[in-house]
């Protein structure tokens, strides 16, 4: 079948002014200047500075966390910032760019420990801003999801290894902080670690355990949930977290072992309770059960408590040898005293949303480490982290309702990407946005919220 409508040919020319792309970049900047992380990266970055340059340190990190955030995956992405000046003001050059990673990457422990420091001081403005929209604001536990990731490189860089996956790469922790049902969540940590490095490595859990800790206003530090799956679930782990004067809460998965076989196969029937669906309705086909005074847990920290969930396998999956019965297995351990069986099955299965997160940062740079030095992805994966929070900031701060979970695709594609006219009057600058654009009101709204809240002094 033809078509008999008419297409009308489109001249191209390269010759716009006062036009701007990735107009929605403001709401950035804008998160920036309210959490006063300019001024902390500028403060902290200070000794990187060459005598007469003419670019801050601080301000070309922020613009590379920028330039991820709005989709970038390389050092030479910047220059998407630099062509529009008027938007992002002065950004450096390329060489200016790679000669600071090579800088920090001299003094590689010295550097991290600076843009953390600046990342924690943005943090503890943010979530005051944020008021009851921040976590923990409720008096709750603020979930802490530790988990491990494989990142594939496509070239033999600095302690790129095969990884257990059959794969070669890098093999990093992340820790992200949950913002509940009704948002996203932040990275705390993303250590960079050799593809080898091992899922189950209590020296890694702990180091980067500590680094979030680290992250979190002070007021909030023992307000915390650590949640792992089962390579966080060994002595010297669950010792560092149960240490005297910590006070963390915990729910860290556990390996079934032969001595826990044997205890559930001892479970009377009425010890099974039925298990939790997503919105907490029973769930028909899995249940749960404790099993901690049928099991010698003299080893291990005081007050662990040992929970199994039981639940038929969906159709066409592959039983494994630990299934008993029929049924499939998972356990956990945690040393909450108090709550439904059922409820606390739940709050250990929503550890899942770390993945969620995890695929949020390969999206916004993480993918694919672009520098060969070990040390330089290290700034860079530092840099990830940077841009993460910027997103999940300004969604706190800025949006509500559905577009405080957006992912960093959708956001880019609906309130990033839209193109703008800059307009200049009465000494001041006019952001112009399509009125056609379907979610023109909502990025106008969110850039005035932004802007009615005040920078730090």
């Known amino acids: 079948m033809k078509t008999i409508a008419s297409h ?20 950035l900047l804008e998160t920036i200047r ?9 403060g902290q970055l200070e000794r990187w500075r060459p005598s007469r340059a003419v670019h801050d340190p ?4 922020a613009d590379l966390a920028i330039t991820l955030a ?22 450096a050059s390329d060489p200016t760019v790679s000669r600071l990673i090579d800088r920090l990457a001299s003094d590689p422990a010295r550097a991290l420990k600076a843009i953390r420091a600046a990342r924690a001081t943005a943090r503890q403005r943010a979530w005051a801003l944020a008021g009851k929209s921040a976590p923990g604001a409720d008096g709750e536990l603020i979930p802490i999801d530790i988990d ?26 992340t820790v992200f902080a949950a913002h509940g049902a009704g948002g996203s969540g932040e990275p705390l940590a993303i250590m960079l670690r050799p ?18 800790l680290a992250q979190l206003p002070k007021h909030r530090r023992r307000q915390v949930l650590i949640r792992t799956d089962s390579g966080g679930g060994t002595h010297e782990f669950l010792s560092w977290l149960t240490k005297p004067g910590r006070r963390l809460a915990y729910s860290v998965g ?7 076989g044997t205890a559930i196969l001892a479970l009377p029937s009425d010890a099974w309770s039925p298990a939790y669906d997503a919105d907490g309705q029973a769930r028909p086909g899995a249940w749960v059960a404790e099993l901690t005074g049928m099991l010698d847990l003299n080893s291990w920290p005081k007050g662990m408590r040992l929970i199994v969930r039981k639940e038929r396998p969906h159709p066409g999956a592959q039983l494994r040898f630990t299934d008993i019965d029929g049924h499939r297995f998972t356990c956990f ?17 929503r550890r899942a949303r770390c993945e969620d997160r995890i695929r949020a940062a390969k999206d916004t740079g993480l993918t694919n480490l672009p520098l060969h030095d070990f040390a330089q992805n290290q700034v860079w994966v530092e840099i990830v982290a940077l841009a993460c929070e910027l997103l999940t900031w300004m969604q706190m701060l800025a949006l509500d309702g559905p577009a405080r979970r957006y992912e960093p695709k959708r956001l880019r594609l609906r309130l990033f990407a839209v193109a703008g006219r800059l307009v200049r009057g009465g000494r001041r600058l006019r952001l112009r946005i399509a009125a056609c654009w379907p979610w023109a009101d909502q990025l106008t709204t969110a850039i005035t919220r932004l802007q009615t809240l005040p920078a730090p002094i």
């Not at 494989?150 to 922790?173: N, R």
Request: aromatic share 4%.
């Open 8 to 27: 009308r040919k489109i001249v191209a020319s390269a010759d716009g002014s006062g036009l701007l792309s990735q107009a929605g970049g403001l709401l």
């Open 34 to 42: 309210v959490t006063g992380l300019d001024k902390a990266l500028s």
């Open 58 to 61: 601080g301000k070309v990190i």
């Open 70 to 91: 709005l989709g970038g995956d390389c050092l030479a992405d910047i220059a998407m910032l630099r062509a529009q000046p008027d938007l992002f003001g002065p950004v």
């Open 148 to 173: 491990a990731t494989i990142v594939i490189a496509h070239s033999d860089k600095q302690q790129a290894t095969p990884t257990w996956k059959k794969t070669f790469g890098f093999h990093p922790m």
């Open 195 to 212: 593809g080898n490095a091992g899922s189950n490595t209590a020296a890694d859990h702990i180091d980067a355990g500590a680094a979030a």
């Open 254 to 260: 556990f390996t079934l072992t032969d001595d826990i």
């Open 333 to 349: 351990v945690t040393n909450t005293r108090r709550g439904q069986l059922a409820d606390l099955e739940l709050r250990h299965r």
